[in-house]
């Protein structure tokens, strides 16, 4: 049977860390992480996000701000808040909660935030840091990845890792992130010809598709670590990943449940970013 990997122990491991430093930078410079998250119209998982996001704020010592604002929200309106955040020295991260409504083109709100306050890693010039292995911060979900196999003492170098998604948020900087520690990478998308083939290669299993069991026991090499980034909600409202975790645990080594495996660092490595962010406009004062 594999062994679980807890993301709620691993989020508050690293959570503490966070809270720990925070003090210190407190005590040292006066300075308190702050965090704005907007989210537009009245989505109810994101709803639960924000939520999420506002009591890690809390647990981590950090000031925040959350803006709830209607559906009908024009992008200008978007945009000038915005701008007032990225003038506001108090805050260090601004998060758009995504999906936004249709009227809003979701890459002029990421190119819209400074890239020194983009604590998602999304915009255009963090994304071209994470190319090059120069960043200072990364993509959450992705960080959080790799936080969890950084705990579990599990080493990628040399590894065959698959990612079974392209997304711009997980697929993408996740591939990137498993080659920086010397990972060979597959990526796979829905035109990849027998995706069963080359997921049972995989040393290290990742999904990012969103669609329950998609990740059947018989696509899985034994012996794998199995690593499950999808959330998706079952008739019956429960949540469950991509992969079919029943079945996966008896094959796999390690195995991430949903939810407790990716969901918590996800918000951990957000909160993350926003200390780096303030810790990093300290310096650049001093
Ligand atoms: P997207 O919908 O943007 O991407 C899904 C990817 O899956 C696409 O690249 C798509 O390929 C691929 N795909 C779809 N069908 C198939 C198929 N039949 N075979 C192979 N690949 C396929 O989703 P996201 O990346 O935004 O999110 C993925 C999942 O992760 C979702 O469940 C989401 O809720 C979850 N998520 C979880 C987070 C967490 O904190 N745990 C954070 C962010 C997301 P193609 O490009 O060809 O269409």
Do not use: W
């Not at 690293?14 to 989210?39: H, M």
């Not at 079974?164 to 990478?185: C, D, F, Y």
């Amino acid at each position: 049977m594999a062994q679980i990997i807890d993301g709620k122990e691993v989020s508050v491991f690293i959570k503490d860390k966070i809270k720990a430093r925070t003090a210190q930078l407190k005590e040292k410079s006066g300075l308190v992480p702050g965090l704005a998250v907007i989210l537009v119209g009245s989505d109810s998982a994101s709803q639960i996000y924000v939520r999420n996001k506002k009591q890690a704020c809390e647990y981590c010592g950090f000031y925040s701000e959350s803006y709830e604002l209607p559906a009908d929200t024009t992008q200008d309106q978007l945009l000038e808040l915005i701008d007032a955040l990225n003038k506001n020295d108090s805050i260090d991260g601004i998060l758009v909660q995504m999906p936004l409504p249709k009227q809003i083109d979701p890459q002029a709100v990421t190119e819209a935030i400074l890239p020194e306050k983009d604590v998602d890693a999304f915009n255009f010039v963090n994304v071209g840091r994470i190319m090059l292995g120069e960043y200072n911060f990364l993509p959450c979900t992705p960080a959080g990845v790799m936080e969890l196999l950084r705990y579990y003492k599990i080493d990628v170098s040399g590894k065959e890792c698959v990612v079974v998604g392209r997304s711009n948020i997980v697929g993408k900087p996740m591939a990137m992130l498993l080659l920086h520690e010397n990972a060979t990478v597959t990526i796979c998308h829905s035109k990849t010809a027998d995706l069963p083939a080359v997921t049972r290669r995989a040393d290290v299993l990742v999904s990012a598709v969103g669609r329950p069991c998609f990740i059947t026991a018989d696509m899985i090499k034994p012996g794998a670590v199995v690593i499950d980034v999808g959330i998706n909600r079952k008739p019956d409202g429960k949540l469950c990943g991509d992969i079919d975790f029943t079945e996966a645990q008896k094959i796999a080594s390690f195995i991430t449940p949903v939810p407790g495996g990716v969901g918590p660092m996800t918000i951990a490595m957000l909160m993350q970013n926003t200390l780096t962010s303030a810790e990093l406009k300290l310096k650049r004062r001093n």
